[in-house]
């Protein structure tokens, strides 16, 4: 949208967004308009001679169809948006404002907001940041848990993913680094229960959403039991992941 040059009426364009778009372009967070990047060869000069002919709700829900995920209030994203405009030289107005953020800019977005905040100090950013990246002591702690993936077995290190089961944007930083709120899964686990495909019991049993068949299940973990031992503390942190995705 032309934001590089500067162009004033692209900037406007951002800054007035209220469905917007995250992406990650080349290591840089881009945030782009539903009713502007919703049209197909589109651009900022064809865009405000059609803009009295165009509606987000055309662009919304075609948005939503390629995505295939829901726009929504996202704390994290807002902030990085606010610091976006800043950066352009432009303040946005009051609205609420719901993002489509896209799988590739999630992590950089997390870690855009660990960077700036002001209530860490730089250790525990270097920590924080670590273990968005599934590294460092937060991955330790999971490892000598777990041995291996917590449903499989497979000691295989490399294939090995360190998952948060609370979800990192809805926890404390304290939360982001207890050992109890993470499982050690191999990455096709770590994926489904990532995208709220798996989950599992108060007892540990593994459940599945409607989404994955147990065909398709048996082929991803094969003939593993499929059960976890689960201490108080991280049921209570796969409870929060049960009632994000309707289990």
């Known amino acids: 949208m032309a934001l590089k040059s500067r162009d004033a009426r692209a900037i406007e364009l951002v800054r007035n967004g209220k469905s917007i778009v995250v992406a990650n372009v080349s290591g840089e967070l881009v945030f782009g308009p539903s009713r502007f990047i919703g049209y197909q060869n589109n651009s900022i000069d064809v865009h405000l001679d059609l803009r009295s002919e165009r509606d987000g709700k055309e662009t919304n829900p075609a948005i939503k169809r390629v995505l295939g995920m829901e726009r929504c209030l996202h704390a994290t994203a807002e902030a990085e948006f606010l610091r976006y405009c800043v950066e352009l030289g432009v303040y946005p107005p009051g609205n609420k404002r719901q993002y489509w953020v896209l799988p590739d800019a999630m992590l950089l977005i997390d ?137």
Not at 115 to 136: F, I, S, W
Not at 149 to 167: D, N, Q
Request: contains cysteine; glycine residues 10%; hydrophobic residues 35%.
């Open 111 to 247: 870690l855009q907001a660990v960077r700036h905040d002001k209530m860490a100090g730089e250790t525990e950013k270097v920590q924080l940041q670590k273990a968005r990246l599934g590294q460092g002591a937060f991955r330790a702690k999971l490892e000598a848990k777990w041995s291996g993936c917590c449903v499989t077995g497979c000691k295989i290190r490399e294939v090995l993913r360190a998952s948060h089961i609370k979800p990192w944007k809805d926890c404390t930083n304290e939360e982001r680094l207890d050992g109890d709120n993470g499982l050690l899964l191999v990455a096709n686990l770590d994926a489904l229960f990532d995208r709220g495909l798996i989950s599992f019991s108060s007892d540990g049993a593994l459940v599945r959403a409607p989404k994955i068949t147990e065909n398709e299940l048996q082929m991803l973990i094969g003939d593993a039991p499929g059960r976890i031992r689960l201490n108080g503390r991280q049921a209570d942190y796969m409870r929060c992941h049960r009632e994000l995705h309707g289990f």
